[in-house]
């Protein structure tokens, strides 16, 4: 498996908490992306970042924020969580260049209560 | 902005029949397309990356095959086994800005 870490696996958190997703490689890949999966939605893309500090919103960026200081570790923020961000999320790697694989992580189920 | 389609969202066939699966995309101006499985709870796993300048790409029994111009690929698997139950997610991503985009997926059962 490529070398991607996700923390928590699992969390539980009220409404209006802030709550951070982490995710850690160790491929020093340029590319690194966080995506939410829920039932009739699939996977939507919700930030990805080109390099550190360089970062971009995906379709469903409202309430998230990320950060990017350090090539091997990329961090989803929810500042005030709500119920509506109950999902599972997941990290995904990629190199640099037109020809390369993305790999993602092992995912992180987050429940808003 | 780039749309992935999957059909049929979901599939049942008998064991040891040869299937395919669809992706089509709107936008033609891609890099690459990459075919992924996920098995329910878990994570999406790499199945073929097929380049911009390739038609397909075989592992095993997956062949899955690209066409830029029509903005379609296929994932042909041969012989199917109930291991192969799992959903199938196909991607895309685009040339200028890198975003990966998704599939829904097409949820595949191998009756026994």
């Known amino acids: 498996d490529a070398g991607i870490t996700q923390s928590p696996r699992h969390k539980v958190t009220e409404t209006g908490t802030p709550v951070t997703l982490r995710c850690h490689q160790t491929e020093n890949h340029r590319y690194m992306y966080w995506y939410r999966q829920d039932p009739g939605h699939g996977l939507r893309l919700i930030h990805y970042s080109y390099g550190v500090k360089d970062t971009d919103k995906g379709e469903v960026s409202d309430g998230y924020s990320v950060s990017r200081s350090k090539t091997e570790d990329f961090l989803l923020t929810l500042e005030s969580a709500t119920s509506s961000q109950t999902s599972v999320y997941f990290c995904?790697?990629?190199?640099?260049?037109?020809?390369?694989?993305?790999?993602f992580g092992q995912g992180t189920r987050l429940t808003v209560v | 902005k780039q749309e992935v389609t999957q059909i049929p969202a979901a599939l049942s066939v008998p064991e040891g029949e040869n299937l395919v699966l669809n992706c089509s995309f709107t936008?033609?101006?891609?890099?690459?397309l990459q075919w992924f499985r996920q098995d329910p709870g878990k994570g999406l796993t790499s199945l073929l990356l097929i380049q911009s300048s390739q038609r397909e790409q075989t592992s095993g029994r997956l062949n899955a095959s690209l066409d830029k111009s029509s903005g379609r690929s296929t994932l042909y698997i041969a012989a199917s086994q109930p291991g192969d139950s799992a959903t199938y997610l196909c991607a895309v991503w685009r040339n200028r800005d890198d975003k990966i985009i998704f599939g829904k997926g097409t949820r595949l059962h191998i009756l026994p």
């Open positions: 995904a790697i990629r190199a640099r260049g037109g020809n390369t694989e993305a790999f």
């Open positions: 936008d033609s101006a891609i890099y690459n």
